[in-house]
């Protein structure tokens, strides 16, 4: 028998939904006349990604990377690798990070170094969610859709083991 988890919903994909057109409306405010590089950082943000892009009114190129993740544990190994880089040059461009969620904030602040060692001509990062009180290192979210609480969360992109990125809502899992 697979047991499943129980789920509690969190962030509805109404909520979702207003929070992405939120984050497109500021973006496009700073980008105008600009054409971003957006990064997003597989998989988790692939959903979000496909979202935002849809409602940013602006030329833009886009790339994944995609760094090695936590395997089937909750808690990060405080160990970023690249397991798939870019094809994308970074040199000049004014790159915008996209990410799911900001838990340690070793992942983002790993990839910023990664990054600013390529000469971006600007660098900014935005997340879906955020959960600020798990922060290890020091952060600065430019565009935040939604802060969290200190719970584990599935859905919309977000997995637990590989699972449930297809639920459409944002969800945190009970034990
Ligand atoms: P950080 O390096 O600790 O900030 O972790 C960032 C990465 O860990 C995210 O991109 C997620 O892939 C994963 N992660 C952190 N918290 C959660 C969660 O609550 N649910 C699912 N994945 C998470
Ligand atoms: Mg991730």
């Known amino acids: 028998m697979v047991l499943q988890p129980r ?23 700073d980008y105008q006349g600009k054409q971003p590089l957006l990064i997003g950082i597989l998989k ?14 602006f030329p833009l190129e886009l790339d994944f990377i995609r760094l090695s993740s936590y395997g089937s544990a909750r808690e990060t190994s405080g160990k970023v690798r690249v397991i798939q880089g870019l094809k994308t040059r970074v040199k000049g461009k004014d790159v ?12 983002t602040s790993f990839l910023s170094d990664y990054l600013r060692k390529q000469k971006p001509a600007s660098l900014k990062l935005c997340a879906l969610t955020d959960k600020p009180s798990r922060h290890r290192v020091p952060i600065s979210i430019d565009y935040l859709g939604f802060t969290v609480p ?3 969360i599935v859905g919309y992109g977000i997995d637990f083991d ?4 297809n639920l459409p809502d944002i969800y945190t899992l009970e034990d």
Do not use: P, W, Y
Not at 12 to 19: E, P
Not at 44 to 55: C, H, K, P, T
Not at 96 to 107: A, P, Q, S, Y
């Open 96 to 107: 915008l990070v996209v990410e799911d969620i900001v838990d340690t904030g070793i992942t």
């Open 7 to 29: 789920l509690k919903i969190l962030v509805s994909r109404d909520q979702i939904a207003k929070g992405v057109e939120r984050l497109a409306r500021e973006i496009e405010r």
């Open 150 to 152: 200190d719970k584990f």
């Open 44 to 57: 988790g943000s692939f959903v979000f990604m496909a979202d935002l892009i849809r409602q940013l009114d």
């Open 162 to 165: 590989e699972r449930s990125r």
